[in-house]
């Protein structure tokens, strides 16, 4: 295994997670300016932030394990799961929290949820209905 690529790319997340801090810190709408207010939002721009970044630290780390003798990380699994992490991201959370934030101050948390699974499930559905047979119908076109 190869120590020095795994700590330059744990290094490279925290400045990635500074940095996103930073960015959200200083480009705050001026009425979210305290970071108490909406803790659970801001924590979730983060991790996108973060999520939509990894790629790029990953790149370097791949590179350095393509050799043929290397016998460190399998990229493959470490790509799918940040893949996978980002579609479930993308596709499931960040729509129920969009929503769920955008809701009516009002009204219940009840109702803050049913209005965010109403939105969040068709959207779900409607990304699957293009996706999975894009997916397999491009997956012949390569062959």
């Avoid at 729509?95 to 049913?114: A, F, H, R, T």
Wanted: glycine fraction near 2%.
């Amino acid at each position: 295994m190869d120590y020095y690529f795994l700590g330059l790319s744990i290094t490279f997340l925290f400045v990635l997670l500074i940095g996103n801090v930073y960015f959200l810190a200083n480009n705050a709408h001026p009425k979210d300016t305290h970071f108490g207010s909406s803790i659970v939002m801001r924590l979730v721009v983060i991790l996108a932030f973060t999520i939509a970044y990894l790629p790029f630290v990953m790149v370097p780390l791949d590179v350095a394990n393509t050799d043929y003798f290397s016998q460190s990380f399998n990229m493959r699994v470490l790509w799918e799961i940040l893949l996978i992490s980002q579609v479930i991201c993308v596709w499931v959370l960040f729509p129920i929290l969009i929503v769920y934030y955008e809701s009516n101050e009002s009204d219940g948390q009840s109702k803050k949820i049913k209005r965010s699974m109403q939105v969040a499930i068709p959207l779900f559905l409607f990304l699957v209905l293009v996706t999975v047979p894009t997916y397999f119908w491009l997956r012949d076109v390569r062959k």
